[in-house]
């Protein structure tokens, strides 16, 4: 099953890198990283999505919450949460698909970020499936090039992560 653990943790420089050499010492995949300071400059949130059983998720927490720069740890996929993805996609944009590629666009709620003579780059955020679809709509032999951030997520109603 797929989960979403969001982390935490001391703002400083080798963190990131002890919670990766957690999971590959034990043979975890790390699917989805996302890391970037909070509000408190000394504070990073981490969002991590990872796939396992209930006890490989639970011996997966009790390791995260073990590391000394890890301050709380949530795992989002216990309640209701919303996550989104963002992506950045270049697509080839001659005169002949430039108004099917803007339809497109708006359709699925995009920005064209960068025009120029024969590209866009699309920026679009939303769930997965949502962009998995854009792509999908888009004929393959027009996309140049794909970037996705892999999807941040937040607790709904009064859980969060904060001090």
């Known amino acids: ?17 002890r919670v990766a050499g ?6 975890y995949n790390i699917e989805s ?3 970037a300071p909070t509000e408190d400059s000394s504070l990073s949130r981490m969002t991590m999505v990872t796939s396992g059983d209930e006890a490989i998720i639970e011996q997966i927490t009790k390791q995260l919450n ?22 950045l996609i270049k697509v080839k944009a001659e005169r002949s698909h430039r108004e099917e590629i803007k339809r497109l666009v708006d359709i699925f709620r995009g920005k064209i970020i960068d025009v120029t003579d024969t ?3 699309v920026e ?4 997965a499936g949502k962009l998995d679809s ?9 996309v140049v090039e ?9 607790a709904r109603g009064a859980k969060g992560l904060a001090l």
């Open 66 to 87: 073990k590391l000394v720069e890890v301050v709380k740890l949530l795992d989002l996929s216990d309640g209701p949460h919303i996550e989104r993805e963002m992506m």
């Open 146 to 154: 794909v970037v996705r951030t892999g999807p941040s997520g937040i």
């Open 1 to 17: 099953m797929r989960h979403i653990i969001s982390i935490l943790m001391e703002n400083e420089s080798g963190a990131l890198s």
């Open 33 to 35: 990283l996302t890391v």
């Open 119 to 121: 590209s866009y780059i």
């Open 22 to 27: 957690l999971f590959s010492a034990r043979g």
């Open 124 to 127: 679009l955020t939303g769930s």
């Open 134 to 142: 854009f792509i999908s709509a888009v004929h393959e032999d027009l």
